[in-house]
């Protein structure tokens, strides 16, 4: 590493430093390494860097930095903590407040840029290099494992604090490999593959995805004998190490090296003759669903309704799998329970309608035409069903239309809610009531204050989902405590919830999850008071959100979230009425009235508004609202929005979103008793 990488900065026109972790922890600026001084300032250093730009707490530092704290340890943290800022930041004047190496709240944080620290290039790499082609991902692998000078964390290795996350980056760091090899497998470059594979697989007999690679890799280059004699040596490690049989796709690579099958060549990619194609496990798995898709062709006939649910089923996947998926099963979901309901079984349209149990975690619809014409659907079909229909078929339409109705004020979308967890608590299905729970926390926005109730939900969720593997749900439940620990002020928990989705999400194949996170930790930054950065990573975030295909979340969130950071710190809110605001726009129109002066017509734009929608963004609007009120002296509205807010006392309004705050509750009540008393 070298003092001309991109890193993090100080402040305008200080010296960019990087940060060091894959191996011995270090700093460098542009002229080479940073002086820290002893064992334990650098223990500091590493230990805010696992905490990812997230506040450490001193009692924490002390608890991570000693087994026996002696009685001067606070001070002896914040000696430490001062030498770092100063090697950190050499040219900071005196007493100017740190920019790098920052104090917050009951403890310290590393504002370290999302590029100067090693392992959070080389997670960002490995995560690029996924959807690249192989020759550019062998080139970004290369580069990303070329990172590595040592175990991460080198000589922090035996405590505690450092163990979960040099556990995640050495399996980061085996995935890369793997995935290095792939793509050399798939440029035709065998012989180059295997002996890094030969030692990768030393280092790590337990994973057989390596061995699969590896043996792979033997046979192309020719040498059938060693791929099997490899493969041997790969079922007695297993065997020796875990006491394991090889898994299926090792049982089947080696029935596929007898029979010297032709898929085990490598194959061209359709329409570009001689040109790698997939290898490897990503072969077999295209293999499979070739020759299961001609199977299921060839044995079911075309007008069987098993061929309809079995469509459903794979919507419901598609919906998963990112933008393009979500975008094609809004497409079909519709199609589908519409030709389910030409077969006049409403047993039949029941399944296909309740089949599509995707969870929902943002409380507006991406279509909601669509959305009104399934609930229509899911009540002709309850109204349908012959009276020993089972009550799970109800129970699964019922959660739909609880979902499907969110963000409305209607008294169907709740009162579905409950009959349908009612049902599913009887029926002990814990599928069914993870669906069910999913309609509860939609329905579970009538007003401000909820987050308890949601927090409580979401614990469920995530208990009975991993007791289950119901991976999607389980990743559905950290999201709402994630939302509502934020909006409850406790964020190391969102954190924690924050990270177990992302981690589950990365597992699972989840993309969607990231837009979620990447919004938090904007609002993070929002609530720790740094402007600038929540400011530029809400920009980041709206940018990856316009091609998330969800429309329901990102039409007016940005410009929503930019005033309510401004409002948040009891700053101008500079309301920019050319940008989309979206359904948000009544309630910026205003504000924006409110702020230029136009009072009078700003307190006839507050008249014509309705209560925010029962949604995620419900507290954050009323703040808006009550911006407005505020700057034009309108003591009834004042009123209206102080009797909304006034639930939720104690947390930070709109927070529960996960993506925004407004700032806490208790100070615009305060604000507005105050004014409500001067306008008498």
């Not at 504002?111 to 020759?135: G, H, I, K, N, S």
């Amino acid at each position: 590493m070298t003092g001309t990488e991109t890193g993090a900065g100080s402040g305008p026109g200080s010296a960019q430093v990087v940060f060091g972790v894959l191996g011995p922890v270090g700093a460098w600026d542009a002229d080479g390494p940073l002086a820290l001084r002893g064992p334990r300032q650098r223990a500091v250093l590493a230990r805010l860097i696992v905490a990812r730009r997230h506040v450490v707490p001193v009692t924490r530092l002390i608890d991570d930095l000693w087994e026996d704290p002696p009685e001067r340890a606070l001070g002896t943290v914040r000696t430490f903590v001062g030498a770092l800022r100063k090697a950190l930041e050499p040219d900071r004047p005196r007493r100017a407040p740190a920019r790098l190496l920052v104090t917050e709240g009951p403890g310290y944080a590393l504002r370290a840029e999302p590029d100067a620290v090693d392992a959070w290039r080389f997670e960002t790499a490995v995560a690029e290099a996924r959807q690249l082609p192989p020759q550019e991902a062998l080139h970004r692998l290369d580069e990303a494992l070329a990172l590595w000078r040592g175990p991460a964390y080198a000589e922090f290795a035996e405590e505690e604090w450092a163990r979960t996350e040099r556990s995640r980056l050495a399996e980061l760091r085996a995935l890369a490999v793997e995935r290095r090899a792939e793509a050399a497998l798939g440029l035709g470059r065998a012989a180059e593959a295997v002996p890094d594979l030969d030692a990768h697989v030393a280092r790590h007999p337990w994973r057989e995805d390596a061995w699969q690679l590896l043996i792979l890799a033997l046979y192309r280059t020719g040498r059938q004998g060693d791929a099997l004699a490899t493969l041997r040596r790969a079922r007695a490690t297993l065997a020796e190490e875990l006491g394991l049989d090889p898994g299926p796709g090792l049982r089947r690579l080696e029935a596929d090296i007898l029979a010297q099958d032709a898929t085990l060549d490598l194959p061209s990619r359709p329409g570009q003759p001689g040109q790698p194609g997939p290898s490897g496990p990503s072969a077999t798995a295209s293999r499979l669903w070739s020759e299961a898709a001609a199977s299921y062709d060839r044995t079911v006939e075309a007008g069987a309704r098993a061929r309809l649910e079995s469509t459903v089923g794979l919507i419901r996947s598609l919906a998963v799998t990112g933008a393009g998926g979500l975008e094609a099963a809004r497409k079909h979901r519709m199609a589908a329970i519409e030709a389910a309901e030409e077969y006049g079984d409403p047993e039949l349209t029941a399944r296909v309608i309740g089949a599509f149990d995707v969870p929902a975690v943002w409380t507006r619809g991406d279509d909601p035409e669509l959305a009104r014409h399934i609930v229509e659907a899911a009540e002709r079909t309850l109204a349908r069903l012959p009276k020993d229909a089972s009550e799970a078929t109800r129970c699964r339409l019922l959660a739909t239309v609880a979902v499907e109705t969110r963000g409305a004020r209607t008294p169907r979308g709740p009162g579905a809610a409950r009959e349908a967890e009612r049902l599913a608590r009887r029926l002990d299905d814990p599928a069914l009531l993870a669906f069910a729970l999913n309609g509860t926390f939609m329905q579970s926005f009538t007003r401000a204050g909820l987050a308890p109730r949601r927090d409580a939900t979401g614990a469920e969720l995530v208990e009975l989902s991993a007791r289950h593997g119901l991976f999607t749900f389980e990743v559905l439940g950290h999201l709402i405590r994630m939302q509502a620990r934020a909006a409850l002020g406790d964020f190391p928990a969102a954190d924690a919830h924050a990270a177990a989705a992302t981690r589950l999400s990365q597992r699972h194949e989840l993309p969607l999850v990231g837009i979620f996170t990447q919004w938090y930790e904007a609002l993070r930054l929002a609530a720790s008071g740094d402007v600038p950065g929540a400011d530029s990573t809400f920009r980041t975030a709206a940018a990856s959100l316009d091609s998330a295909g969800m429309p329901g979340m990102s039409t007016g969130l940005l410009p929503l979230a930019l005033v309510s950071l401004r409002l948040a710190h009891r700053l101008p809110p500079h309301v920019d009425l050319t940008a989309d605001w979206g359904p948000h726009r009544p309630w910026a129109e205003a504000l924006a009235l409110a702020e230029t002066g136009h009072h009078a017509q700003a307190r006839a734009a507050l008249r014509g508004l309705p209560e925010p929608p029962p949604d995620l963004l419900y507290e954050a609007l009323c703040c808006v609202e009550a911006e407005a009120a505020l700057r034009s002296g309108d003591r009834a509205a004042l009123m209206r929005v102080r009797s909304r807010l006034l639930p939720a006392v104690g947390q930070l309004a709109g927070a529960g979103s996960g993506v925004l705050t407004t700032g806490p509750v208790d100070r615009w009540l305060t604000r507005i008793a105050e004014a409500v008393d001067a306008l008498g």
